[in-house]
């Protein structure tokens, strides 16, 4: 069977920032990890919002609960 060539695909750490900012925006400001995505989302996707998430966490921006060991993750913006 013939294969393509991968793209190389760059994602911003700080675009996937501003995507969740808009995302609780939206939301009302609290959200399911699993929302932000689709059955087809790229799997560079999902860890570049994670680790996007992980960043508003450092910043003290956004809360998460996980309540089960890889359960979903609530999202809750800082004030809320």
Same mark, same amino acid.
């Given at each position: 069977? #013939? /294969?393509? #060539? ?7 750490? *700080?675009?996937?920032?501003? $995507?969740?900012?808009?995302?609780? *925006? ?6 399911? !990890?699993?929302?932000? !995505? /689709?059955? /087809? ?8 919002? !994670? ?9 003290? $921006? ?6 089960? #060991? !890889? ?10």
């Amino acid at each position: 069977a #013939p /294969t393509l #060539p991968l793209r190389e695909r760059k994602i911003s750490i *700080e675009e996937k920032i501003q $995507e969740l900012h808009r995302a609780l *925006e939206g939301a009302g400001a609290r959200l399911w !990890f699993k929302d932000l !995505f /689709t059955k /087809t989302s790229h799997r560079l996707d999902i860890i570049v919002t !994670f680790l996007a998430l992980l960043e508003l966490i450092h910043r003290g $921006e956004v809360k998460a609960y996980q309540q089960d #060991p !890889f359960g979903d993750i609530l999202i809750l913006r800082c004030g809320e």
